[in-house]
């Protein structure tokens, strides 16, 4: 299983950006997709997740309303497309794939390489 994700950048507080993450090696159908994130000198923390096969989404507090998770099985892609981008939101996005939903990090068994994201003030 190989996820390489992609889009970040150095973006104004306010804007937008649209993260994506490919995946290939197996049938993601019946996997849960996560977007984490880690600022610097913290802990990497859960932000999104999906269910590939329903497409049920999960958000963390920090980013509901501001944030949407979407796949596109087709591409095998999923996206993170995120607005109203704050400082705060600074830190390297990881995604990953696992077989069942959770906010830990622990239960992930597949990650990219992460992309870094910086919203300045």
């Known amino acids: 299983v190989q996820l390489q994700a992609s889009g970040g950048g150095l973006v104004q507080a306010g804007g937008s950006l649209r993260l994506s993450c490919a995946a290939s090696g197996r049938t993601f159908s019946s996997y849960v997709m996560g977007w984490f994130r880690q600022a610097p000198g913290k802990e990497r923390e859960f932000v999104a997740a999906?269910?590939?096969?329903?497409?049920?989404?999960y958000y963390a507090d920090s980013v509901k309303g501001r944030f949407t998770i979407s796949r596109d099985s087709a591409k095998n892609t999923v996206y993170l497309q995120m607005s109203s981008l704050k400082p705060e939101d600074t830190a390297v996005y990881y995604c990953?794939?696992?077989?069942?939903?959770?906010?830990?990090?622990?239960?992930?068994?597949?990650w990219g390489q992460g992309t870094l994201v910086t919203v300045s003030s």
């Open positions: 990953a794939a696992g077989w069942a939903y959770s906010r830990s990090q622990r239960e992930y068994a597949y």
């Open positions: 999906i269910r590939w096969g329903s497409g049920f989404t």
